[in-house]
């Protein structure tokens, strides 16, 4: 296949998205571990901050549980509209590249850039300049995957977290796969 004709798709993770603007917007908050979560004997992990994972608290999970494998947790309830006014800068982000943009969540879409390269450059000077502009617009970093799909661009944005960029050209994807779970 001719280099011309492979797609460039770009896969953009914020990390621990609503923990992040949790710790940037409270900076009491910063290097603490915290939970973003519903209160009460029913309440789930929304967002776990980097420092509360170290001591095996994930998204989904109780926030009793969360609370007993991580004593000194700092629970914050989410607040759902500044949550939705940071992604909408992301956003806007994304369509200074392209406006083919495909959002999963507030804070993780696909880009495919495969038309914008003569305009912005190779994929991977797209993605480093994507995560530039959404670290100095906002404060956040931001995982982010380039591949030949959204698959492989999915799960290259997972390899290098947190504040990651990996590349996975189309003639590494089996090799790059291959020891994967």
Do not use: W
């Not at 915290?34 to 998204?59: C, L, M």
């Not at 190779?122 to 994507?130: K, L």
């Amino acid at each position: 296949m001719e280099e011309a004709h492979i797609r460039k798709v770009i896969h953009i993770d914020m990390d621990a998205f609503f923990a992040s603007v949790e710790q940037r917007d409270a900076p009491e908050l910063r290097g603490k571990p915290v939970v973003v979560g519903g209160g009460g004997p029913r309440g789930v992990v929304a967002a776990a901050s980097y420092e509360v994972r170290a001591f095996g608290v994930r998204s989904a999970m109780p926030v009793s549980r969360a609370l007993q494998l991580c004593p000194n947790a700092v629970c914050v309830r989410p607040r759902m509209t500044r949550y939705a006014e940071v992604s909408a800068q992301i956003f806007e982000v994304f369509h200074e590249f392209t406006p083919l943009v495909e959002g999963l969540s507030l804070d993780e879409a696909y880009l495919d850039v495969t038309a914008s390269l003569a305009l912005k450059g190779d994929a991977v000077s797209i993605a480093r300049e994507i995560k530039r502009l959404i670290r100095e617009r906002t404060g956040l970093n931001a995982s982010v995957g380039v591949a030949p799909n959204k698959l492989v661009a999915k799960i290259a944005s997972d390899l290098e977290k947190p504040d990651g960029l990996t590349v996975v050209a189309p003639d590494r994807v089996v090799e790059t796969l291959a020891p994967l779970s």
